[in-house]
């Protein structure tokens, strides 16, 4: 096997919690790993967040040496690897928005439908690297939604909101929001699982 192709098919049955263990463990090598293997999602998903894309290139820099110094409190009995990194990714690009830049609304598009798929397949696909969700079976499903759970979901996923944020946006209590979202998200699954 060519070594190109090798590269790849290593990457796409990479172990997230191993090389988390990995990380903690002080092997750079895994931390270069998750990085050439999650980089560009994590890009678009900091991108969809700060709006821009100087910013959102040293905030992905950032969140990475945020993984590799707490790599050592992540525990696989808790949830994925995978989901973990996305979540420390995920909030320093909140950090980075809260402090100084705001977030704008934004109609959703194709291209924010596909960032949502991807997010949504990670957080609901067993392996969690399956990539094949089609956009418009998530159009489809997210159609399904009551229109206040589907600003919820939009809102989180596309747009980067915090519930507080939603919940204010849309003049509902914290716990209603809470309550769409994960409702929604299980809904989402259900709907985008095969039968």
Known sequence: MPPAAASAAAALILDHDAALQACARGERFALRMLYEHEGRWLLGVVRRIVRDDALAEDVLQDAFLQVWQRAATFDAALGSGRGWIYTVVRHQALRAVRGGRGVETVAVDPEDLAGLSDRLQSATAPDGDDRG??????????DRLEERPRACVVHAYVDGYTHEQIATRLGSPLGSVKSWIRRSLLALRECLSPC
């Open 133 to 142: 969700l089609d956009t418009a079976g998530l159009e489809r499903c997210l």
